[in-house]
């Protein structure tokens, strides 16, 4: 097998065994990504001289006898998140000549288990999208069929993944960013636990939703760079003081024992024949792999939408604040203090930022706080409830990750059906809950020539990312929708074993 | 649940968008306030759903996991040094970020 379709724990093994340097995987990744890139659009950044150092740096840590969990792996990172001496732009023009002056602690984390970064992720900006059009620097293409939107947020970092150019992609996820662009790349979304991860560094979006994870090709990467990733901080105090458990050793390859809420209000039959039939099928395996399925109700999931495009565009206005053109970013002068501020908004956001930040400081402004922001927030507790019900009745819940697979550039004119494509991922970020995407099966979208890939989502009560990766796990062996297909480069050469 | 409160509905109005636009410190061209008075008229009306909810005996969610305030000793510990910083700034003036004037002349 080729060394860019390894997978990270693959690669991880051989580079602490000596069989092959961090050195050579970067060698062989660079290459990849200035081959294909061209036509995919991951990056916004690629980090040549900076990975090379780093791979140095690992393959001298490992000569001197030290085991790491992600020794050379390739790693994009979106690019919301701050990593020294490199552009950190969210996508954004307002930050576009940006250099981070710090690291995050998540990427630091990731670097320090061995990975090298090797690219900076395209993303929609400031974390606002679900298609990564909204990027002002770049487009990303989904590399099974490029005429297709790779999802996002997270997309470049998803895009990166599923076209070998890293092993192990970083996204954040505010209401599906990980796993809506995890399950159109055929890849593993994951968001854990509220707070498992720290934020530092992380350039905010809205603050009591954002989550830093995973994207990967296999469930085992995904647990592999959840523990690096995973922990206690103290730069961020809403990252939690808690055990991370070992989970990448715990997976499991059956459900036996586990009961699967399927949620009523979740029909997939409006979804169209086809991917009704797709997650149809995800149960019934479900079922098969020893799960006891039970009928589970999300009554106030339907709020969802409503409640979300309220919280986070008032978190997103209060947070993008700080982007005034006075002590970083881009600036636009004006007469006085004031105009300078304007003019610098105008010209540095893109039409969805400012949407959001005008929804947001509407929903925050003096009249409107009650009616709007606080009972959005009192319908967030309505819906955590819900989850907590449900959950007395079962381990975990599987729903669909998407309504569809990957659609066409340009297909969502209109703001509101692009949000729809959160629908099913939206509800459990407000609940904070642990959830993924992982790929089950493939359908032709109309008008497609190609089968394109769909996910699963699963979710679990706060902190049993364990049991959410275990039971992805059991799938994931069971079924191997994700080896299908490989993804679709047209003329460009794919390493391919 | 049956209740006795009355249920407060949410606005119905139009979103005054050069107002917020103001608040927000974003200049808009005409154009842009046209368009955006329809697409969030259309993204409220969608949101003013929730107000078939009864939350009238529900408490506020601000954030989902445990919480509490996070105190640390005060002590000084390193941060970003000045020139750091600095050399991010649009413009500066010596060891400040230099803005244009806020407080008029006499």
Redesign the interface.
Known sequence: MEITERSAAHIARDVNGGTISAREVTDAVLAHIDAVDGDVGSYLTVLHEHARAAAARVDERVKAGEKLPLAGVPLAVKDNMCLTGTRTTAGSKILERWQAPYTATAVERMIEAGAIPVGKANMDEFAMGSSCENSALGVTKNPYDLSRVPGGSSGGSAAAVAAFEAAIGMGSDTGGSIREPGAFCNLVGFKPTYGRVSRYGLIAFASSLDQIGPLTRTVEDAAIAYEAMAGWDRMDSTSIKRYVEPVSRELRTDLRGLKIGIVKEFDTKALGAETHAVYEQAYRDLQALGAELVDVTLPTADYGLATYYLIAPAECSSNLARFDGVRYGLRVEGADVNEMYEKTRAAGFGPEVKRRILIGTYALSSGYYDAYYVRAQKARTLIADDFRKAFASCDLIAAPATSSPAFQFNAKSDPYSMYLMDYYTIPMSLAGLPALSVPCGWVTPPGGDCEMPMGLQLTSPLFTESLLLGAAHAYEQKTKHASKHKPLLGEVPVHRG | MPTNRSI?T??SEK?D?RY??K??????TDD?VER?ET??G???E??????K?D?SQ??????????RN?E?DDEPTPC?DRE??L?????RQGAF?R????IAAD
């Not at chain 2, 050399?87 to 413009?91: F, I, K, L, M």
């Not at chain 2, 803005?99 to 806020?102: D, M, S």
């Open positions: 407060p949410l606005s979103i968008v917020v636009a608040l927000a410190r974003i200049a808009l842009e955006f697409q969030l259309d993204l409220l969608h949101v003013n759903a929730l107000a909810l939350v529900v408490a506020a969610t601000a954030q989902v996991v445990e919480s996070v640390r970003l750091t910083v050399a991010q700034a649009p413009q970020f803005v244009p004037r806020i």
